[in-house]
């Protein structure tokens, strides 16, 4: 007796057993790329763990109406002999364990070409589960023509990719050429500034060189300057000297010749000396307390015959 998990699957109220061992991942999406030339049931490819796989709708494969889908599906990512493909059911139901011996086989089904991928079916709660062999799928899908339209995609894909590269390629090359004209930029205007500084140095270099020339001749020129007038002044100086010695020369001279002219005249007769006048005798004080003189009465006063007299 052997016992097999099964992932129960739902397509339009029919459910399907598939070994859970083969499943790799059950997620949504949809088909990213197309494929040119396949049946109807191919989606397209759609992207699995890095890798294009093939998208096969279920639905379309066993004929049932695709009228009737539900907006929101399920795909079940399968290891096939083929390789991993994604089988698109309308919902997983339920992973549930199955016995071989439920399994009864359906000889209408195995005779027929069509569903040979079939193996049997089993009653589980009111729902019958058809178990399936999903490498048997194979048999049903043009594997050929969808693994070249798998390559073409890959072919497209590294063509693509090499392009890309090519592009960053050249877009770094482009760049790297920028930035490397970038940086010549940089660098030629670095020393066109740096010669901008020297020439700025060197000229405030010539400034201050043509200043302290200037404040050098300037400062010459007041010496020379104060040099002169010291000079005039020491000249104005000495002609001053020069004409007081002359002054003095002349006043010299008069006086010599006022002395000459005074000599050349006749002295004058000196007169005798007076003898000198006996100073007075000074005469003793007399006391007040012992002789005091008489009063003087006031004296009468004469008549104008007496005056007439006396003239």
């Known amino acids: 007796m052997s016992i097999n998990k099964q992932v129960i699957c739902d397509i339009d109220g029919q459910f399907y057993g598939m070994d859970s061992l083969s499943v790799r991942s059950i997620e949504t999406g949809r088909a990213e790329m197309s494929l040119r030339g396949v049946p109807a049931y191919v989606e397209g490819l759609t992207r699995f763990r890095d890798e294009w796989v093939p998208?096969?709708?279920?639905?379309?494969?066993?004929?049932?109406?695709?009228?009737?889908?539900?907006?929101?599906t399920q795909i079940a990512f399968m290891n096939t002999e083929s390789g991993t493909l994604g089988f698109r059911v309308d919902k997983v139901a339920a992973i549930e364990e199955i016995d071989e011996q439920e399994v009864q086989k359906l000889q209408?089904?195995?005779?027929?070409?069509?569903?040979?991928?079939?193996?049997?079916?089993?009653?589980r709660d009111d729902r019958i589960i058809v178990v399936v062999d999903h490498n048997k799928f194979i048999s049903k899908i043009d594997m050929k023509l969808i693994m070249e339209g798998v390559k073409a995609v890959y072919k497209a894909e590294e063509e693509e990719k090499r392009r890309r590269e090519e592009e960053e390629a050249a877009k770094k090359a482009a760049e790297e050429e920028a930035a490397k004209r970038k940086e010549e930029e940089n660098q030629k205007a670095q020393e066109v500034m740096r010669q901008a500084e020297e020439a700025k140095r060197e000229a405030e270099e010539l400034k201050r060189r043509e200043a302290e020339e200037?404040?050098?001749?300037?400062?010459?020129?007041?010496?020379?300057?104060?040099?002169?007038?010291?000079?005039?002044?020491e000249e104005a100086k000495k002609h001053a000297e020069e004409a007081r010695r002359k002054a003095e020369e002349i006043k010299h001279k008069q006086e010599e010749a006022k002395k000459q002219e005074e000599a050349k005249k006749p002295e004058p007769v000196k007169e005798p000396e007076k003898p000198a006048a006996p100073e007075p005798v000074k005469e003793p004080e007399k006391e007040a307390a012992q002789v005091k003189e008489p009063e003087k009465k006031p004296e009468k006063k004469s008549s104008g015959k007496g005056k007439k007299k006396n003239k």
């Not at 209408?108 to 009653?123: N, Q, R």
């Not at 404040?215 to 010496?223: I, T």
Request: aromatic fraction near 6%; charge should be positive; glycine fraction near 4%.
């Open 214 to 233: 200037a404040k050098r001749k300037a400062e010459e020129e007041a010496k020379r300057r104060n040099e002169e007038i010291l000079k005039k002044a």
């Open 108 to 123: 209408l089904f195995i005779t027929s070409g069509k569903t040979s991928f079939i193996k049997g079916a089993c009653k």
């Open 55 to 72: 998208l096969i709708r279920l639905r379309s494969l066993l004929n049932q109406d695709r009228s009737r889908e539900p907006e929101f």
